[in-house]
């Protein structure tokens, strides 16, 4: 679940993401595309071609979160 920090650090995909991927294809997408570490404190904000869907990818202490929300 999310962390209570004083700073959370939240960063947003700009443009479409293929919403079929999985944690590894957006782990992918963050230290490929984004050259950032995807196991960091960073909570990673990914949407849908019709922005209908969001995903989330967070890291928490022994694995990931993978949060699929319909709008």
């Known amino acids: 679940m999310f ?19 999985a944690i590894d294809g957006l782990c992918n997408i963050v230290a490929y595309d984004l050259e950032k570490e995807p196991c960091s404190e960073h909570i990673f904000v990914f949407c849908g071609r019709a922005r209908d869907k969001i995903k989330i990818l967070q890291w928490s202490n022994n694995g990931f979160w993978l949060h699929y929300k319909r709008l």
């Not at 939240?10 to 919403?19: K, N, R, W």
């Open 3 to 21: 962390t209570a920090s004083s700073q959370l650090n939240v960063t947003l995909i700009c443009g479409p993401t293929d919403m079929r991927k």
